[in-house]
Nanobody
Framework: QVQLVESGGGLVQAGGSLRLSCAASATLFSIDAMYWHRQPPGKQRDLIATITSGGGTNYADSVKGRFTISRDNAKNTVYLQMNSLKPEDTAVYYC?????????WGRGTQVTVSS
């Protein structure tokens, strides 16, 4: 079992920044990859950022160049730095970990970007 706890969401004005954190109950070295997803109101949940155990990263086109995913192995924490936020970034943001083909999810954190 891997428990994930997100934090760092909130209300921010357009153009502002937020940093989300995802604290894992297991060492990141045991996790194959970690992901950030988001679900805007009334829409489906979409994958926006990936970081592998080797440190490789990938981003959805909608956030590329504005968001950065990173990891702190000592803290078993993955971050999502979000810059130049737009109203369309408003969503619940979820952390997801995959270990040995099992998928684990956090409860999500709300990000609201006002225009």
């Amino acid at each position: 079992q891997v428990q994930l706890v997100e934090s760092g969401g909130g209300l921010v004005q357009a153009g502002g920044s937020l940093r989300l954190s995802c604290a894992a109950s297991a060492t990141l070295f045991s996790i194959d990859a970690m992901y950030w997803h988001r679900q805007p109101p009334g829409k489906q949940r979409d994958l926006i950022a990936t970081i592998t155990s080797g440190g490789g990263t990938n981003y959805a086109d909608s956030v590329k160049g504005r968001f950065t995913i990173s990891r702190d192995n000592a803290k078993n924490t993955v971050y999502l730095q979000m810059n130049s936020l737009k109203p369309e970034d408003t969503a619940v943001y979820y952390c997801n970990a995959v270990r040995r083909s099992y998928s684990y999810w956090g409860r999500g954190t709300q990000v609201t970007v006002s225009s």
